[in-house]
């Protein structure tokens, strides 16, 4: 079909951040993923959550070919805000403009 694309991405990996990704294969791959389940998601508040999100999509977003989506499956131990304020953001920020 003539599709490229690397999934699942996790930020926290060598050679997986969002910046060297698009910086070495931008335009010409897709991704899925960047959201990572071991970070703010997890772990930190409903705001840390959402300028993760926002940051990973302003990056990601410049060659186009994201698609938004967490590393991995969400824990079930994942606070319910963070969830939210995770679609939230893609919902906020997730359009190229």
Excluded at 10 to 31: C, D, H, I, V
Excluded at 36 to 65: H, N, V
Aim: with cysteine; charged share 20%; glycine share 8%.
């Amino acid at each position: 079909m003539g599709v490229n694309a690397v999934d699942t991405l996790q930020p926290e990996a060598t050679n997986m951040s969002p910046e060297y990704l698009t910086e070495k294969f931008g335009g010409r791959l897709s991704f899925r993923g960047c959201i990572s389940t071991a970070g703010p998601l997890a772990y930190g508040t409903a705001d840390e959550t959402r300028e993760c999100c926002r940051k990973t999509l302003e990056i990601m977003m410049k060659k186009r070919g994201y698609h938004f989506a967490p590393t991995h499956q969400i824990q079930d131990n994942t606070p319910v805000r963070n969830v939210i304020a995770m679609y939230q953001a893609v919902h906020d920020f997730g359009i190229y403009k």
